[in-house]
Each structure stands twice: as C-alpha cells, then as structure tokens.
C-alpha cells in the first residue's frame, strides 16, 4: 500500500485506518515472502543434491521440473492474490510482464465470441454511433473430451409385390469383431498409453469418471488387437530403412519389469534411422525401433543378414568386448572407422 506523505489528512480517525490498512498489507506481503522464500530455499536444497549428492539420492531431470513447477504455481498464486487485493483497494495494478507467449497456430480452429456495447448512442452529443473497426484478441481455449455413442442404423427393405426378400445394408467392418470400440476410441487408447505414459488402468479410471465402466483386460484386447492391424505398417517402415543405401544404427538401454524376480531387467531399443536430407539424396527420412531383450542381439538376425545397407553404429549387437562378424558387421564396423 503507498501513501502520498504530502496528501495526509487531518482526520485521526482516518489516520488509524490508514495505518491498520497499511499493516494488514505488510503482513500479508510477509507472509507470501516467507512463503516464496521457503520454496526457494528448497529447490536450492534439491539443487545442491543433484549437483554433489550421492549418486542414490541424486535427483532425475523431471524430479527438478515438479520441483520448478511448484516453485512456479506459488509465484503465480500469490501475484493474483495480490491483484485481487489491489483490485479491491482501487489501486492501479503494475504492468504485467511482457511475455512472448507466441502466434497461435494457424491450423487451430476458431470461433468468435462478439461482445458489443448496450447502446449505439454517443455518451457526449447523443448522436448515432457507427463501427470504425473493432479489437480483436485471441485466447487458446479447449474442448474437454466427450464420450459419445455411434449409432448405426441399416433401415431395411421388403417388397409388397413378392414379400419374398429382405434387403438391408451390409454390416460395416468394425476394428474388432464384436467389440463396442469405434476406430477413434481404440487410436486415443493406443496414444495414451504409448505416447502419453498413461497405463491402462488409469484409462479405466478416466472412463469409469464419465459412467463407463471397462475393465482394465478388454483395454488390453483392444491394445493387442490393435497392435496386429498396425504390423504391416511397421513392417513396410522397417523394410523401408532396411533397403536404403545408408542406414545410421544405435541403441538405447531399458530398464524392463521381470516379474518374479523383484527387480527389473535391463532391455534394449534399437533405433534404424536414414535421413538423406544434408547431402541430397533421393531417400525419404525414417525410422524404425527394433526392441530385444539384451544385447546378443538374438530378435535381430533377419535384419543384420538381409539388410544391404552400410551401417554406423555406436555400439553393434553381440559386441561385448569383441567385434562381431559377418560381412554386414564388417561393412559397419569400417564405416564406424
């Protein structure tokens, strides 16, 4: 609260009430310091174990982010709570910080909101008003997902002459046999699951919210069976990286559950990349992911044995402290030199 020494009143009373006022914000602006202040104190903490904590207590990369976002929701959170104050104080708010929040995107679709004045006539003459242009603002918006039910109806159709036939649409071919699933509901299963790290019992859970009620076993059906339509998919994207001229390897380690075992085992993601793009060249720019449980590489003999390409790896199967052989290894190996 800021208080014009020169404009004082004379009025005790009013003095006091001023003088409360002016306490009450200091001990609110207080309190959200110490606030703000013990967060930072703790992201500092989080900060100095990942930097020199032991190797176990040392913190992930997304550990760091929840620790910022929090950190980030108590600045905000206090910033409106004291706009609301001042709002109500009748006290001009600070500028907002200018941010570079970006265009958003073209493709987005857009709908219009008009919000006109009450009347069209000039508050100083009375005259008519007329339009002059217009401020236009964009704000992103979202549409919360909706389940809906497809209703397919096949109408059908007797002669009166004969009565002697029934003629009705063919059923269409649904994603599943007898499944309940349309196309759309089985792509945002898959896409949760494997692009958004959602499990599938929390999917269940999410439905069961809007009154449907799945068990976690029939999303798994429709994951499986949608896993056999999209195999030849994939087998034309692998064969496509396969059969280009040059072809750029590497692997990536996985921890895999190991159920029995109480612990987790380690996997591999072979990642098969061809991008022709700095120097030209007429193939198109692709990827294929090969999954093996460890690196002898045994789920990948038909790719090393029928690829024709020139491989440059980091590391190659089955090279556990000692060159593989076989002539496609061998091409790889002197591209690597």
């Known amino acids: 609260m800021q208080i014009d020494l020169d404009t004082l009143p004379d009025d005790p009373a009013l003095l006091q009430q001023m003088l409360r006022d002016m306490v009450a914000a200091a001990a609110h602006q207080h309190g959200a310091l110490q606030a703000e202040n013990d967060k930072l104190r703790l992201l500092i903490q989080r900060l100095l174990r990942q930097r020199f904590g032991r190797r176990s207590e040392q913190l992930s990369p997304d550990q760091l982010q929840l620790g910022l976002e929090d950190l980030e929701q108590a600045v905000a959170e206090n910033e409106a709570g004291q706009d609301a104050a001042d709002a109500q104080a009748g006290r001009r708010r600070p500028a907002p910080p200018r941010r570079n929040h970006g265009a958003l995107p073209e493709h987005l679709p857009r709908y219009e909101v008009l919000i006109?004045?009450?009347?069209?006539?000039?508050?100083?003459?009375?005259?008519?008003?007329?339009?002059?242009?217009?401020?236009?603002?964009?704000?992103?918006?979202?549409?919360?997902?909706?389940?809906?039910?497809?209703?397919?109806?096949?109408?059908?159709?007797?002669?009166?002459?004969?009565?002697?036939?029934?003629?009705?649409?063919?059923?269409?071919?649904?994603?599943?046999?007898?499944?309940?699933?349309?196309?759309?509901?089985?792509?945002?299963?898959?896409?949760?699951?494997?692009?958004?790290?959602?499990?599938?019992?929390?999917?269940?859970?999410?439905?069961?919210?809007?009154?449907?009620?799945?068990?976690?076993?029939?999303?798994?059906?429709?994951v499986g069976r949608a896993c056999w339509w999209l195999t030849p998919l994939y087998d034309l994207i692998l064969g496509t990286a396969l059969s280009a001229a040059k072809l750029f390897a590497d692997d990536t380690t996985l921890p895999v559950l190991d159920p029995g075992r109480g612990r987790t085992k380690t996997g591999r993601l072979w990642c098969y990349a061809v991008d022709d793009r700095p120097w030209c060249g007429p193939s198109h720019q692709v990827a294929a992911y090969v999954y093996s449980e460890d690196q002898k590489a045994r789920a990948l003999p038909c790719i090393w044995r029928h690829s024709a390409a020139c491989y440059r790896s980091m590391a190659m199967p089955g090279s556990s402290g000692s060159r593989a052989t076989g002539p496609m290894v061998r091409s790889a190996w002197r591209s690597a030199e």
Request: proline share 7%.
């Open 116 to 222: 006109d004045v009450e009347r069209r006539d000039c508050p100083c003459c009375g005259g008519t008003l007329h339009a002059i242009g217009e401020l236009r603002t964009e704000q992103l918006d979202i549409v919360p997902a909706q389940l809906r039910v497809r209703v397919t109806r096949r109408p059908r159709y007797a002669c009166r002459a004969c009565e002697g036939a029934v003629v009705v649409a063919p059923t269409p071919e649904r994603p599943i046999d007898g499944g309940m699933a349309t196309e759309a509901l089985i792509v945002h299963v898959v896409v949760s699951k494997f692009c958004d790290s959602l499990p599938l019992y929390r999917q269940a859970q999410m439905l069961a919210r809007q009154g449907v009620t799945l068990d976690r076993s029939t999303l798994s059906n429709w």
